[in-house]
Nanobody, 125 residues
Framework: QVQLVESGGGLVQAGGSLRLSCAAS????????MGWFRQAPGKEREFVAAISGGGSSKFYADSVKGRFTISRDNAKNTVYLQMNSLKPEDTAVYYC??????????????????WGQGTQVTVSS
């Protein structure tokens, strides 16, 4: 069982930056594939970024490529999402997710077993 707690959301102006954190419980964090998803009002939850257990493989949605960076610190059981050049359309609740092992369909919500409660990101124009 893994518990995930996101933090770092807030209100920022367009062009600004935020760094989200997701702290995980458990002693085998490095074996978990981690993902970030987001859900805007009235829209489906969508994939943002993912990272393999060791951190060597990273994947991004086209909409955030070049602006967002996913990373992890396995010693701290934490995964991060650095968000730069934020746009109003990035406004959403951001969720982190986890699954043990490797995931080939890392952009699918159903591929993950554990989810955090979410953190709100609001980008004003």
């Amino acid at each position: 069982q893994v518990q995930l707690v996101e933090s770092g959301g807030g209100l920022v102006q367009a062009g600004g930056s935020l760094r989200l954190s997701c702290a995980a419980s458990g002693r085998t964090f490095s074996s978990y594939f981690m993902g970030w998803f987001r859900q805007a009002p009235g829209k489906e939850r969508e994939f943002v970024a993912a990272i393999s257990g060791g951190g060597s493989s990273k994947f991004y949605a086209d909409s955030v490529k070049g602006r967002f960076t996913i990373s992890r610190d396995n010693a701290k059981n934490t995964v991060y999402l650095q968000m730069n050049s934020l746009k109003p359309e990035d406004t959403a609740v951001y969720y982190c997710a986890a699954r043990a092992g490797w995931i080939s369909n890392f952009n699918a919500r159903g591929a993950y077993d554990y989810w955090g409660q979410g953190t709100q990101v609001t980008v004003s124009s």
